[in-house]
């Protein structure tokens, strides 16, 4: 071994030695901080027992929440307060107590607390409240500044008088107990309804709320300072870039120099969610803009212009199924959207593929869909297609369709067969008052649905000779009406439907246009599609 060798050899040695040394100083500082991290917290102990006797399980649950005594009750033996403290606390709770009991409007409360021997040595504190009749709304004055700009009345908001209108919502009524928490809510709710209506920058000039005490009567007063009345200016959006900006401009059902309206800008944000160009979508209000052109912010984030979903389901109605569904959002860079979507299965084989333009300044959209469709259901085959043109229209509160159809059905049966062609001008008209369109769970939805037209059909029975033939025209006529009520978290659906083909012949109107029940969604017990009139011992439709 050489010098150098040996003495490299040192070298490392001593390094090594070094190191390990500095984790031996490491690692006991570092077993102190688990240890400290991993150490049981210190249990609390009861210091003395506290009771409130109170009339009302509310009042009782405010004291014991917000009084010290009730906070203090249980401490770490290290953070116990002493005797002194104690007595100190006791003698602050009638004080405490009954400023806690005027926010629910008892301001002629008599409270006392008592000391006394509780159980395993601990000293018992009892308070007692006597709250006394409860303060009450006796007048309620709402005022303005300056006089507010008087608005147009519509369908959905039918006043014009803006002030008169937050005077009729004020939530703390005449004849109600006050209450801290509800003066509170109704100066927001009011508040935040002016905002709303044309007055972004809206606040409180002033509000009191005057107790008599021995009267047990308040007498509430608010003013409010209501800034200048917004008018909508331009509208600027952020995000677009796949598509159309024409398309978010005309969703917007209000012009430059509209009055603000927060309804006004929440249905545009609907509209924009429901075009199914957007994954997100937010409109907002610019207050910091002039008020007589205030920018409209639209904010957009994009969906793909294409999109494929791969599905496997089952159905009770028709048992197993592979699907796919394909949307192009841009076909061939035009503004339309393509929905294509194909179904496979074992009783139902389906394709269709549906065109929807782009709305337009009025929010009508053109839209072309054929479907092709094979139904095996009730002991028999369906083959049918339909091809219709139109135009729809879709707003928050009411949707609007009609179009052309062209209508083919071929059921095949072993006691019956039938094929059937049709012509068809329809008219679709949807009214809605629901509290969330995807969700509902209060509010009703009402349909009404009309047909005309011309229909020719053959029909052959396995029992006789020869071929039935018909010709002529045909009303359809359906409505449906969905009614539904919330019970704190469930809620109830009441659905009833009607509905009727006005036709000389059966046979020369296509299966797909008559009616069927039975199965899932309809009348439960009977299989789907098997309850109708029947026909040479074959269910019909009718």
């Not at 009750?73 to 007595?87: C, F, H, L, R, Y």
Request: net charge negative.
């Amino acid at each position: 071994m050489t010098i150098g060798t040996a003495l490299l050899r040192a070298l490392w040695i001593g390094f090594l030695a070094a190191l390990l040394g500095g984790c031996s100083t490491l690692f006991p500082f570092l077993a102190d901080k688990d240890e400290d991290a991993a150490a049981p917290r210190e249990p609390e102990v009861a210091l003395y027992e506290f009771e409130v006797d109170a009339p009302f399980e509310r009042l009782r649950d405010l004291l014991n929440e917000y009084m010290d005594l009730a906070r203090f009750q249980k401490a770490p033996k290290s953070d116990a307060i002493s005797g002194p403290e104690i007595d100190r606390l006791a003698i602050a709770a009638p004080t405490q107590a009954r400023a806690l009991l005027e926010t629910e409007g008892y301001f002629d409360a008599e409270v006392k607390i008592e000391q006394s021997p509780g159980s395993a040595g601990l000293p018992r504190l009892k308070l007692t409240v006597v709250p006394g009749p409860r303060v009450r709304v006796q007048s309620v004055a709402i005022d303005s500044t300056v006089p507010l700009a008087p608005r147009t009345p519509t369908r959905d908001e039918p006043w014009a008088d803006r002030l008169d209108k937050l005077r009729q919502d004020w939530r703390l009524k005449p004849g109600q107990p006050f209450r801290q928490d509800d003066w509170s809510g109704a100066k927001n709710a009011a508040l935040g309804e002016l905002r709303a209506d044309g007055y972004p920058s809206a606040i409180w000039q002033a509000t009191h709320a005057r107790i008599d005490a021995s009267e047990r009567t308040a007498a509430l007063a608010a003013t409010f300072a209501p800034g200048p009345l917004f008018h909508l200016g331009p509208v600027r959006i952020e995000g677009i870039h796949r598509y159309d900006e024409a398309a978010v401009r005309n969703l917007a059902t209000f012009g430059a120099g509209s009055v603000y309206s927060d309804k006004l800008l929440l249905d545009y944000q609907e509209r924009l969610a429901k075009l199914g160009l957007f994954e997100g979508a937010s409109v907002e209000l610019d207050a910091a803009g002039p008020p007589e052109a205030a920018p409209v912010i639209v904010k957009v984030k994009e969906l793909s212009q294409h999109q494929a979903t791969f599905g496997i389901g089952f159905s009770a109605n028709t048992g197993g199924r592979v699907s796919v569904e394909h949307y192009d959002r841009k076909v061939f860079g035009r503004p339309w959207v393509a929905h294509t979507s194909f179904s496979y299965g074992s009783e139902l084989k389906s394709i269709g593929t549906e065109f929807t333009a782009y709305p337009d300044a009025d929010l009508w959209r053109n839209l072309a869909a054929a479907n092709l469709e094979q139904l095996k259901a009730a002991d028999e085959t369906r083959d049918s297609w339909t091809a219709r043109v139109g135009r729809s229209k879709d707003t928050n509160r009411f949707e609007r369709l009609y179009y052309l159809e062209a209508t083919h059905a071929e059921v095949t049966s072993a006691p019956l067969d039938s094929s059937a062609d049709a012509v068809s001008a329809n008219y679709h008209w949807l009214k809605r008052d629901l509290d969330n369109i995807l969700a509902p769970t209060a509010g009703y939805a009402w349909s009404l649905q009309g047909g005309l037209g011309v229909g020719r059909g053959v029909e052959s029975r396995s029992d006789e000779a020869g071929e039935e033939r018909s010709r002529g025209p045909f009303v359809r006529a359906y409505s449906r009406y969905s009614w539904y009520r919330p019970f704190g978290r469930w809620f109830a659906n009441a659905r009833v439907e009607a509905g009727e083909v006005f036709v000389k012949s059966r046979i020369s109107v296509p299966d797909t246009i008559l009616f069927r029940a039975g199965g899932d969604g309809s009348v439960r017990g009977y299989g789907y599609r098997t309850l109708g009139p029947t026909r040479n011992g074959a269910v019909v439709g009718g």
